[in-house]
C-alpha cells in the first residue's frame, strides 16, 4: 500500500521568518505529488493529531531560531510535556495524542529551517529565503524515498 | 535574608511573562509582581497602511486569537467606511461574523478546559507534571480527551469556512464580509457524520459542565478558596443585559455588584477607561477614570462576563447561569478559579449559539456590504475569548492609519493577575524556604486561569524555560529551578 504522506507546516507568516513552514508548504503543494497531504497552520495544536493519526509517515516543518543552516531535519519520537500556555503543543506532544487516542503510530519527522528576522513582515529574510530553497529541494528528493520504500 | 523568587515563562515565538515574589527575613512574601516584557511595535508597525488592510494585517500579531483581533479590527473600520457599530451591517454579514466569533470562542474556551485546566483537576496540583499534561488525559481519560480534540476541530473549521482560510484569513472586510455560507457548508455543521455536528458538540459542551459541577462538588475548598480577591469586573453586554460576546454596550460592576459604568457606548471608550504605566512593567495598567489608577482596575474575560451581564440568552447556559449565580447569591463572583465554570458555561452558549446561527437562512444572504459616509476614526470592541478587547484607530485624507491603539485582553488582566499571584505567593510561599514543584505550579495556576496571550501583549523572541530563581537581599541568586 501507498505510504500516506503528510507534510505540516506551522508559523505565523506575518511573522517574517516564523512563517518558514507555511511557505515550504504553499511551495510543496505546487507540486501536487500523490499521496501526499500537506496543512499549515499558525501553530501545531491537540486538534492536529486527528489529521496525523490518518497518515502513515508526516513531516513537521517549522522554523528554528537557532541550530545549524540551512536546516535539520530529524526523526521526533512521541512526547509527553507540561505548558504554561493554550498556545501550541510539540509534535512529540501531537504523535503522542495519536497514539493515545487513535492508536496510530505514525513515523514522524521534524524539518527545522533555520530563520533570522522575527518582526512584524510579511516577507522571508534573505538568508531565510535561501535556507527554504534548499530545505524545499531536500524535502522533494525526500518525499519521493518515502513513497517508494516508506522508510 | 531577604529572598527573591522569579518564575520565568515563555513559549515560542511569544511574549516573556516573570514573576518575582520578594520574601523578608522570615521568609514572608513582602512583594510580588507579575513582570510582562512588552514591545508594542505593532502599534507602530501599522501606521501609514491603509485602513482597509487593518483587520488582515492584525491577524500577524500572534496565531493565538487572530479571529478575535480580526474581527475587532474590522468592526472599527466598519466605523470609518461609515457602516456603523453593529447594527450597521447587513443581516448576512453581522451573522456570519458572528458565526466566525463564536466558533473562535468554542475552540478556544475547549482548549483551555481540556489541555490547561483538566489536567490540574483529574491529577491535582501537586502531581507530577510528566501526567500532569494532556497526553496525560488522553491516556488516563480517553473519552474526554477526544471530546477536546474532536471539539477544537469543529471550532476551526467554523472559522475556515467563514473567515475562508486558518492563516491569515480574509472573511471580514471593512464594512461586511466578503462570503455568505453556503447550505453544503451549514449542513456540514448541522448533520455532519458523528461526532463533527452541531448537536454532539453541544451535548459534550454541557458534558463539559457538568463535569466542572462534578468536580466542584468534590473540591470546594480548593475550588472556593483558591485566589479570591475583590475586583471590578467589566466587558460588553447587550442593550437588554444579555450575555453578547460580539457586540454592545459597556458595563462595569464593583465587587459588590453596583453598576459603575453604565452600558455606555464604547466610541468614546477613551473617557471612561484610562491606561497607567508603571516603571516595573512594560504592559500597561488599565483602569477606571471615575475611580481612578488605584481602586480603578477591573478584570475582564468570562467571570467578569457573568458578572456583568443580566442573562443568557440560549437556554441551556441561562439554565446554568442561574445555579452559577445562586452559588454567590447573585452577588459578582470574585473566585479566581470560577473562571474555569463560567467560561464552560459560555462554551455551552456558544455552542448554541452556532446551532442558532447555523438554523438562519440569513446566512445565504447575499447583501454582504454596507457602505456609508466615511469618517477618520473608528472604535472596534469584541468579547474575545479571554476579555474584552479594543482596537482603535484614526486615519487621514489619504486613508493612511495615523493611529493605533490596541488594549488587548491580557492587558486588560494585568492587575487582577497581579492580585491573583500576590494571592497565592502569600498563600502558599510565606514561611517556606524552598521552591517545591506544587508551590511552583500554584503559581501558574492563578496566572493559567486567565490564560494570558503574551504574544499580542508582548514581543519577545526565543524559547526559554519556566523558571524559579530564589535572590537574596543583595540580588544574588540563592536557587534555581527549571522546567
Not at chain 2, 462570503?179 to 453544503?184: D, E, F, R, T, V
Not at chain 2, 470546594?220 to 437588554?240: G, Y
Not at chain 2, 488605584?294 to 468570562?302: A, L
Request: hydrophobic content about 40%.
Amino acid at each position: 500500500m501507498r505510504n500516506r504522506i503528510l507534510v505540516y507546516g506551522y508559523g505565523n507568516p506575518g511573522r517574517q521568518d516564523d512563517g518558514l513552514g507555511p511557505a515550504l508548504v504553499e511551495r510543496l503543494e505546487g507540486e501536487h505529488i500523490p499521496g501526499v497531504a500537506t496543512d499549515s497552520n499558525y501553530q501545531l495544536q491537540v486538534e492536529d493529531a486527528v489529521a496525523v493519526s490518518q497518515s502513515d509517515t508526516v513531516i513537521f516543518v517549522d522554523a528554528a531560531a537557532s541550530g545549524d543552516e540551512p536546516f535539520t531535519f530529524s526523526e521526533v519520537k512521541p512526547s509527553s510535556e507540561t505548558t504554561f500556555t493554550t498556545h501550541s503543543v510539540s509534535p512529540g506532544s501531537v504523535l503522542a495524542l495519536c497514539n493515545d487516542l487513535y492508536q496510530k503510530k505514525v513515523r514522524a519527522y521534524v524539518l527545522a529551517i533555520r530563520g533570522y528576522g522575527w518582526e512584524f513582515v510579511e516577507e522571508l529574510t534573505p538568508l531565510a529565503e535561501k535556507n527554504l530553497n534548499e530545505a524545499f529541494l531536500f524535502l522533494r528528493h525526500r518525499i519521493d524515498d518515502l513513497i517508494i520504500d516508506g522508510s | 535574608m531577604a529572598r527573591k523568587i522569579t518564575i520565568e515563562p515563555v513559549t515560542r515565538v511569544e511574549g516573556h511573562g516573570k514573576v518575582t515574589i520578594h520574601l523578608d527575613d522570615n521568609n514572608n512574601v513582602s512583594q510580588s509582581r507579575l513582570h510582562i516584557v512588552e514591545f508594542r511595535g505593532f502599534e507602530r508597525f501599522v501606521q501609514g497602511r491603509p485602513y482597509w488592510e487593518a483587520p488582515v494585517l492584525v491577524q500577524r500579531l500572534c496565531g493565538i486569537c487572530p479571529v478575535s483581533h480580526h474581527l475587532a479590527a474590522a468592526k472599527a473600520t466598519d466605523v470609518i467606511v461609515g457602516a456603523g457599530t453593529g447594527e450597521g451591517l447587513t443581516p448576512t454579514a453581522e451573522k456570519m461574523r458572528r458565526l466566525m466569533h463564536y466558533g473562535q470562542i468554542f475552540q478556544s474556551h475547549t482548549l483551555h478546559f481540556f489541555h490547561l485546566v483538566s489536567p490540574d483537576l483529574l491529577f491535582g496540583v501537586d502531581a507530577d507534571p510528566a501526567i500532569r499534561n494532556v497526553i496525560g488525559v488522553a491516556m488516563k481519560h480517553k473519552d474526554l480527551a477526544v471530546q477536546g480534540v474532536m471539539m477544537r476541530k469543529f471550532g476551526q473549521e467554523i472559522i475556515r469556512a467563514t473567515a475562508g482560510k486558518k492563516i491569515h484569513g480574509t472573511g471580514a472586510i471593512p464594512g461586511g464580509i466578503n462570503k455568505n455560507l453556503s447550505l453544503k457548508e451549514r449542513d456540514e455543521f448541522l448533520k455532519g457524520a458523528d461526532p463533527l455536528n452541531i448537536d454532539k458538540m453541544i451535548s459534550w459542551a454541557q458534558a463539559a459542565v457538568d463535569f466542572f459541577k462534578d468536580y466542584h462538588s468534590k473540591h470546594k475548598d480548593m475550588i472556593d478558596r483558591f485566589s479570591v480577591f475583590p475586583s471590578n469586573h467589566l466587558s460588553l453586554v447587550r442593550k437588554d443585559g444579555a450575555l453578547d460576546l460580539y457586540h454592545g454596550v459597556l458595563r462595569a460592576v464593583d465587587p459588590n455588584g453596583t453598576k459603575i459604568l453604565n452600558d455606555v457606548e464604547y466610541q468614546e471608550y477613551y473617557k471612561y477607561i484610562g491606561e497607567e504605566v508603571r516603571s516595573w512593567s512594560y504592559m500597561k495598567f488599565p483602569y477606571l477614570k471615575s475611580l481612578g489608577k488605584k481602586d480603578g482596575w477591573y478584570t475582564v474575560g468570562p467571570l467578569a462576563r457573568l458578572n456583568t451581564c443580566d442573562f443568557i440568552p440560549t437556554p441551556l447556559a441561562q439554565k446554568e447561569f442561574e445555579r452559577y449565580k445562586a452559588y454567590t447569591k447573585g452577588k459578582p463572583n470574585n473566585m479566581s478559579l470560577h473562571m474555569h465554570w463560567a467560561r464552560l458555561i459560555e462554551n455551552l452558549h456558544a455552542a448554541e449559539m452556532i446551532k442558532k446561527l447555523l438554523l438562519d437562512r440569513d446566512l445565504q444572504g447575499t447583501k454582504l456590504l454596507t457602505r456609508g459616509k466615511k469618517v477618520h476614526e473608528g472604535v472596534g470592541l469584541l468579547e474575545a475569548p479571554r476579555g474584552t478587547l479594543f482596537h482603535h484607530y484614526k486615519i487621514n485624507d489619504q486613508d493612511q492609519i495615523i493611529m493605533a491603539n490596541l488594549i488587548v485582553s491580557t492587558t486588560n488582566n494585568n492587575e487582577p493577575m497581579n492580585q491573583a499571584v500576590s494571592y497565592v505567593a502569600r498563600s502558599v510561599f510565606s514561611g517556606k524556604a524552598e521552591i517545591t514543584e506544587g508551590m511552583m505550579n500554584s503559581v501558574e495556576v492563578a496566572i493559567r486561569a486567565y490564560d494570558p496571550c503574551l504574544s499580542c501583549a508582548t514581543h519577545a523572541l526565543g524559547k526559554m524555560p519556566l523558571e524559579i530563581s530564589l535572590h537574596d537581599a543583595h540580588g544574588d541568586i540563592i536557587d534555581v529551578r527549571q522546567k
